[in-house]
């Protein structure tokens, strides 16, 4: 199946500071999704990307689509307590038996100390 | 009332039971998804259904059985279960042509 790697693993920050996480594939994605998942809840999307270089953004939140389409990167500014939870990116490689799967990274879960 | 519901949210049960999980949704959505997550290692296909009559394993399908009873319910059952199926289990549907998958709260399994 196809790999995603996603980093940080872990990020422990203070309150009010920016966030940076990334993802990236050893293929070429055609969608690149990003997740929340509160703690005992299940994953709520946050933003989705359709074209190479896309930056799109959702209040503090900014994704980006890069331009290899091979990586995507999930921007928070000024994090909050509420921000903390685990960051999933998703891709979707649009080719033969594979259509419709998301394929996931391993998460990032951020921390933030007031 | 939410859109994609998971029945039971939670679930003790004992090493070679049957155990069967629910998940149904209200978003009238084609597609349906059984993924798997453990800690530190993100979320795993279990099975995928693209309609009702349309079954497919998905990465880690090797003990696990599904049936999609309608548009709106998919199932998974554990024929046997083993402590290692221990796990947060989530549903998830998409519409046809979309990629954006939408979550359950998902059924935390212990199995003992």
């Known amino acids: 199946g196809q790999q995603l790697n996603q980093s940080p693993q872990s990020m422990f920050i203070q309150e009010g500071e920016d966030v940076s996480m990334n993802c990236t594939s050893s293929s070429i994605f055609n969608t690149w999704l990003w997740y929340k998942q509160d703690p005992g809840e299940g994953p709520v999307l946050l933003i989705a990307l359709y074209k190479a270089g896309e930056l799109t953004s959702n209040g503090r939140l900014t994704a980006q689509f890069g331009i290899t389409r091979k990586d995507s990167f999930l921007n928070i500014s000024a994090s909050i307590p509420s921000d903390v939870g685990i960051y999933f990116c998703a891709g979707q490689v649009d080719r033969g038996s594979t259509l419709g799967r998301l394929y996931f990274g391993r998460g990032t879960q951020l921390t933030v100390w007031p | 009332d939410a859109d994609v519901t998971q029945t039971p949210r939670n679930r003790i049960t004992k090493t070679g039971k049957r155990i069967m999980l629910e998940c149904s949704q209200t978003?009238?959505?084609?597609?349906m998804y059984w993924y798997r997550q453990d800690p530190g290692l993100g979320l795993r296909l279990i099975y995928y259904?693209?309609?009702?009559?349309?079954?497919n394993k998905g990465e880690i399908s090797d003990g696990y059985s599904v049936s999609r009873q309608a548009q709106a319910k998919f199932s998974l059952s554990l024929e046997s279960a083993i402590p290692n199926q221990t796990a947060l289990y989530f549903c998830a549907t998409s519409d046809w042509g979309r990629y954006e998958q939408y979550f359950g709260p998902g059924t935390r399994l212990t199995v003992t």
């Open positions: 978003k009238g959505h084609d597609r």
């Open positions: 259904s693209f309609d009702v009559k349309d079954i």
